[in-house]
């Protein structure tokens, strides 16, 4: 998962998070761009909510002083003044979303943020449309239920946070929302998620590895953004029924299905062509690989590793774009099939863990592969 992990989530990631940031119109931490003070009721109210924190490494050693827009992690409307942002991702999550070197990154582990009873304080907030609380630690405790009465929130990220229990149905009450990354707690398996349906705007959203077991039974799954482009529902359960949800998903770039239950591919997975990433790891598929992944030309990264695939459709060599091939561990024998000779654009091969007897010449002729596992091919 590493490769896999660094080289594309953190892009996407980090895309759109600029992509916000740069829509709030904000003026945080400048000392020289012109701006409208921070209002003193909601400088309160963030010093009430600093108040329910722990913060060993003191992160939030800026938040001091009658101008909140200049303390750390806070954006304000420029003419109004009024915080529009709170971003609280700790230093080793920025360093990595900015591609940085992972050895500094690693550096700034264990710097981060703790609560377990948030305070409510945020709601004074009203015009606050980005929220960041990625990566620090909640010990467990629930999402808090006032963060469902925030409607201006366009941007929500709570992922890897420590969050648990149920997830509160009342999230379905932010219908501004644009991206929403609830992904990396332990949240419990019997969480309703039909609330999902009620965010017609998302263009962006995770689930991935968000409960406490893999057991999931995610039933009647509904999803009704037409300008979806992310969606991460990896380990959550679902099984082929549950793909249903995704039919007239035609706009997504990004389908992380890895570690669910879905054992068939239906048909109608032809219709995402605009696909650039899919990601099937982990579970039961067997036989060819489907002929509903030939239209999807655009991807660039597809991961069916963990399969039990057997063999490769003639049509594989339209995936002109694929950079980023992940085969492992499926039923894959004999020779490495020519399928692979055409596709130049590879720049990161694993068919590791697989059958074949042998590796052909041709190999030498991918001028842009930088990474090859052939390990335990027998």
């Known amino acids: 998962m590493g490769i896999r992990y660094q080289i594309t989530c953190a892009v996407v990631v980090f895309v759109v998070v600029v ?10 931490n400048s000392s020289t761009t012109l701006h409208s003070p921070c209002l003193e009721r909601e400088r309160q109210a963030l010093v009430k909510f600093k108040a329910s924190l722990n913060d060993p490494s003191n992160l939030l050693s800026s ?22 942002m709170l971003d609280l991702t700790p230093p080793y999550l920025k360093c990595w979303r900015s591609m940085s070197d992972d050895y500094d990154c690693d550096l700034l582990d264990y710097q981060y943020l703790e609560a377990t009873n948030v305070n409510s304080s945020l709601l004074e907030l009203e015009y606050l449309t980005h929220l960041d609380l990625t990566g620090n630690t909640f010990y467990g405790s629930h999402i808090p239920m006032f963060i469902g009465s925030m409607q201006r929130l366009r941007y929500l990220s709570l992922s890897d946070a420590g969050f648990g229990g149920r ?12 991206f929403l990354d609830l992904s990396g707690n332990g949240f419990s398996p019997d969480s309703n998620i039909n609330w999902i349906s009620q965010l017609p705007l998302l263009e962006h959203l995770d689930m991935s590895y968000a409960y406490d077991t893999f057991q999931v039974n995610i039933i009647n799954l509904t999803i009704t953004a037409p300008k979806l482009q992310f ?40 219709n995402f062509k605009k696909l650039e990433y899919l990601c099937l790891s982990e579970r039961g ?14 991807i660039e990264f597809l991961d069916l590793s963990e399969n039990n695939f ?31 000779q055409n596709m130049t654009s590879i720049e990161s091969l694993d068919l590791s863990s697989n059958s074949f007897t042998s590796v052909p010449s041709w190999f030498v002729e ?13």
């Open 231 to 270: 969606l991460s529902l990896a380990a959550n359960g679902l099984s082929v029924s549950n793909l249903d949800a995704l039919q007239n998903m035609t706009s997504l770039v990004h389908l992380d299905l890895g570690g669910n239950n879905i054992t068939s591919i239906p048909c109608w997975f032809g």
């Open 366 to 378: 991918l001028k842009k592969l930088v990474y090859l596992d052939l390990s335990f091919i027998n």
């Open 167 to 178: 997830i509160p149905s009342n999230l379905g009450n932010l219908t501004n929302l644009h």
């Open 19 to 28: 992509a916000e940031i740069l829509e709030l119109c904000i003026c945080a």
């Open 63 to 84: 938040w001091h002083g009658d101008d909140c827009c200049r303390w750390k992690g806070i954006g304000c409307d420029n003419v109004t003044g009024h915080v529009v």
């Open 310 to 340: 057997d063999s490769f459709p003639f049509w594989f060599h339209k995936f002109e774009k694929l950079k980023l091939l992940f085969l492992s561990s499926n039923n894959f024998q004999d020779t490495i099939p020519d399928a692979l």
């Open 285 to 298: 598929l067997h036989g060819p690989i489907p002929n509903a992944f030939q239209n999807a030309t655009f």
